[in-house]
């Protein structure tokens, strides 16, 4: 097991407009366990290939389409051809792309929501587990040493049993086309062709549901969801609300909504427990607060040796250090790669297949929810 050799990687979609295209970039780097080797990058071969020259690489490695890279890569070397397969395309191309790298033997991550059904989620996660590869869904927040840190607090029972949780992931950035109809028909995420059958819950809704999980432990049961298209000519959320419960009852809201005027990346999650609770927000990632019924309230920061081990090992840098969106989806790439070697334990450091599964079963009851005139809605075991 060879933990030190960077593995192959190449992106489809991530052209150089696109910011999570920089993201991936970055964490790759920064991870130290990858080497970006080309990619598919857009649907323009010279663009792709200028792209490729920027940034340093083969310009024969940048392909006019993921089958050609396929192809093309299938004839080079062991250690020198892609071996994990990035996929940062719009939402309608998630499933085929991740189908066709699983079937050619490649590891896969995925940009979020993972697919357009919960059918087809399952079904990727059936290829993946049949052929032994691994798959990462880039929930980024998770990467956070401030999250983690929060998890491992309500593992190890810090704040008592848990009462309620509360997720919220505010934006703005929708808010000036809902009253511009020319600007609305511009934004692919909200055309169901591309974006799916959700806009604002499958773009960040589903961040917040990954976040409750992640950090509590529990399985999101239950919904009861209110979700606003805002405009009658427009067919997707942009704004919702919904209430939560746990297998084990616990009560939760989580609201997402990408017409929050001003607001710009309002992630926060929170959670209560019976002796305390734990809040955390994306805008202050270096802070966890620790509220206590016994005592002055404790705020948490990355890098210090008290802190739990799943969070210490988050924190690249020494205390006091800002750490940001790259740093965080660095130590997915990170934790994907120990998986990748066989690492015990890396699986915890990495949003799996299986959390894809779990955000199509909880986008596909929130929308079938709120077009029942809200009622609870199950979400799938």
């Not at 020494?318 to 989806?329: F, I, K, N, Y």
């Amino acid at each position: 097991m060879n933990v030190s050799r960077r593995i192959p990687l190449g992106l489809v979609g991530g052209g150089p407009r696109s910011l999570i295209g920089g993201v991936h970039r970055a964490a790759a780097a920064l991870s130290e366990r990858f080497e970006l080797k080309g990619g598919a990058f857009g649907t323009d071969v010279s663009r792709n290939r200028a792209h490729a020259r920027a940034l340093g690489l083969d310009p024969e490695r940048a392909y006019a389409g993921l089958d050609e890279m396929l192809a093309a890569e299938s004839r080079l070397a062991e250690g020198e051809r892609i071996e994990v397969l990035a996929v940062l395309t719009p939402n309608h191309l998630h499933y085929p792309m991740v189908l066709r790298a699983l079937e050619s033997g490649l590891h896969v991550i995925c940009e979020k929501p993972f697919t357009m059904t919960a059918s087809e989620a399952l079904e990727l996660e059936r290829r993946a587990r049949d052929g032994g590869r691994k798959v990462c869904i880039a929930h980024t927040y998770t990467g956070y040493p401030m999250v983690r840190q929060m998890r491992a607090m309500i593992a190890a029972g810090e704040i008592g049993a848990l009462q309620k949780i509360d997720a919220q992931y505010y934006q703005g950035w929708i808010n000036a086309a809902m009253h511009d109809a020319a600007m609305r028909q511009s934004i692919w995420r909200l055309d169901p062709a591309r974006s799916g059958p959700s806009c604002c819950y499958g773009d960040i809704g589903v961040h917040a549901f990954n976040l409750a999980e992640y950090t509590t432990g529990l399985r999101i049961a239950r919904v009861l969801a209110d979700l606003d298209t805002f405009r009658p000519d427009n067919a997707l959320d942009v704004d919702g609300t919904t209430l939560l419960r746990t297998a084990c009852g616990v009560h939760g809201v989580l609201r997402a909504s990408q017409i929050a005027t001003g607001e710009e990346n309002g992630v926060q999650i929170a959670v209560y427990g019976s002796r305390g609770a734990l809040k955390w927000s994306h805008e202050t990632p270096a802070i966890l607060t620790h509220l206590r019924e016994d005592a002055p309230r404790q705020v948490f920061t990355p890098g210090q040796r008290f802190n739990a081990e799943l969070a210490r090992t988050a924190s690249q840098l020494p205390p006091g250090h800002p750490q940001g969106l790259a740093e965080a989806m660095a130590n997915l790439y990170r934790g994907f790669a120990d998986a990748i070697h066989g690492v015990p334990g890396a699986e915890e450091r990495f949003p799996g297949i299986e959390a894809g599964v779990r955000g199509m079963r909880f986008i596909e009851a929130t929308l079938a929810s709120s077009r029942a005139g809200q009622t609870w809605m199950e979400i799938s075991a």
